[in-house]
């Protein structure tokens, strides 16, 4: 019985998840589901996307966060329009959580919505909310061992984007081995070496961005 | 699904267990890669000599025909 619950719960979301992605292929946005652990570098990435892409595209954040608005706090200061969902100590954004705050953007005057996913690298893979693609941003310091640990979130994710690569030679993170561990559980899948804080590989990353935004306003979809 | 937290769905993924004739050295890293590269198949765990291999897999996202095919394409035997 309690399965039968559970699996109400996740029709539900996906059926809210599909109009959420109606509503953003409507409107041409491309829809980014960014995750990773707690301190794996999120907001830190997002800083230096909107210091780097916010003149060129337009770009708006929905933050999730258990309680308290301090990410989104650093993305206000970028003049970039941002929403906080607090989920109030739930472990994912869901789908319905994205659709309530939706109607206050102008999608209109949007290319591109980032949604920072609460830090956690288990949960949040098994909710769709709506969203193009989800990106996964895994730390040198979380080791080279969670591709495998963690399938799940390596598998949904177009791109891993292993941050703080400027650390590496403080740590026994094996670069090459945590590549070809996301290269077997996701052939296919991006993987970009990037430091959010010195910059270095980032360009990938934009270029990436470029690429999936300008795809989703010339119509093709996922 | 989150077992910790009890969220997510109950993603239908299941274990299976096969009995796998003729692994070498040369070929069961490459078993592992294949089998793992495929939608749904979350862990792989191969025992050369023995030949007794799990599979946790989502017979949603992957069939077991596919999992028999990566076997039966190396000539390896595989049984459950
Ligand atoms: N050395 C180094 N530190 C980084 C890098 N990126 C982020 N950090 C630091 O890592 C810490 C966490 O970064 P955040 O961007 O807040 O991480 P987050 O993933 O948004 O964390 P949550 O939202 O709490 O899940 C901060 O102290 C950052 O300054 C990097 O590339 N190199
Ligand atoms: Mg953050």
């Known amino acids: 019985m309690e399965i039968q619950v559970m699996q109400d719960i996740l029709g539900k979301n996906d059926e809210v998840a599909a109009e959420n992605q109606a509503l953003f292929a409507a409107k041409k946005v491309f829809a980014l589901n960014l ?28 933050e999730g966060d258990l309680f308290t608005t301090k990410d989104a706090d650093r993305i ?6 941002v929403i906080q969902i607090n989920t109030s100590g739930g472990c994912h954004l869901d789908a319905p959580m994205v659709q309530s705050v939706l109607p206050r953007l102008d999608l ?20 769709n909310i709506g969203e ?66 010195t910059e270095e590989g980032l360009f990938a990353w934009y270029q990436w961005l470029r690429q999936a935004v300008q795809k989703k306003r010339e119509g093709y979809s996922e | 699904m989150c077992k910790e937290c009890g969220c997510g769905q109950t993603n239908g ?26 939608p749904g198949v979350m862990y792989v765990h191969i025992h050369a000599d023995e030949g ?29």
């Open chain 1, 35 to 62: 995750l990773g652990s707690p301190g794996a570098g999120k907001t830190t990435l997002l800083e230096k996307t909107m210091a780097a892409l916010k003149d060129e595209l337009r770009m708006a954040v929905i």
């Open chain 1, 76 to 81: 206000a200061r970028y003049g970039v329009p």
């Open chain 1, 108 to 127: 209109d005057a949007l290319d591109l919505v980032v949604i920072e996913n609460v830090g956690n690298l288990v949960c949040p893979a098994e909710f």
């Open chain 1, 132 to 197: 193009d693609e989800k990106a996964v941003v895994l730390s040198i310091t979380e080791g080279d061992d969670k591709p495998l640990k963690y399938p799940l979130i390596f598998k949904e994710s177009a791109v891993v984007v292993l941050n703080k690569v400027d650390i590496l030679p403080y740590t026994n993170f094996n670069l090459e081995a945590a590549t070809e561990d996301i290269a077997t559980i996701h052939p296919g899948a991006m993987v970009l070496p990037v430091s959010s804080t």
């Open chain 2, 13 to 38: 993924n299941t274990r299976l267990q096969f009995q796998v004739n003729g692994y070498a050295e040369e070929n069961v890293h490459e078993v592992e890669k294949a089998l793992l590269g495929m």
């Open chain 2, 52 to 80: 007794a291999t799990t599979i946790d897999y989502n017979p949603a996202k992957t069939k077991l025909m596919e999992i028999m095919n990566v076997f039966a394409s190396r000539g390896l035997e595989a049984a459950l």
